[in-house]
Nanobody, 126 residues
Framework: QVRLEESGGGLVQAGGSLTLSCAASGRSFEPYAVGWFRHAPGKEREFVST????????VYADSLEGRFTASRDSAKLKVFLIITNLKPEDTATYFC???????????????????WGQGTQVTVSS
């Protein structure tokens, strides 16, 4: 059974940076992509970014203004999300999730992701 564990969240001042990590274990096969989603209080969970593990291609939500960068390690067991110039509106619980089906269809849709971590809290103070 796949286990995903996020880390790297915390309390940071506006303008600062964070690197979130997502570590995978227990895989039977390599997923197509690992995505990042976030859930802010009072809002629906939203897509942040995804990276396809075979070629490292990335997709980002249009609203993120280029402040987010996703990457993976060479073993493809860890995925990272670097967030720069953090803003109070980035405050949320950040989740990573794996998309099993080898297709670009649904890359930005949480329903396409089967396995999810428990999340890591990011709080940005103004």
């Amino acid at each position: 059974q796949v286990r995903l564990e996020e880390s790297g969240g915390g309390l940071v001042q506006a303008g600062g940076s964070l690197t979130l990590s997502c570590a995978a274990s227990g895989r039977s096969f390599e997923p197509y992509a690992v995505g990042w989603f976030r859930h802010a209080p009072g809002k629906e969970r939203e897509f942040v970014s995804t990276i396809t593990l075979t070629d490292g291609n990335t997709v980002y939500a249009d609203s993120l203004e280029g402040r987010f960068t996703a990457s993976r390690d060479s073993a493809k067991l860890k995925v990272f999300l670097i967030i720069t110039n953090l803003k109070p509106e980035d405050t949320a619980t950040y989740f990573c999730a794996e998309k099993q089906s080898y297709s670009d269809y649904g890359l930005t849709e949480e329903s396409a992701y089967r396995d999810w971590g428990q999340g890591t809290q990011v709080t940005v103070s103004s």
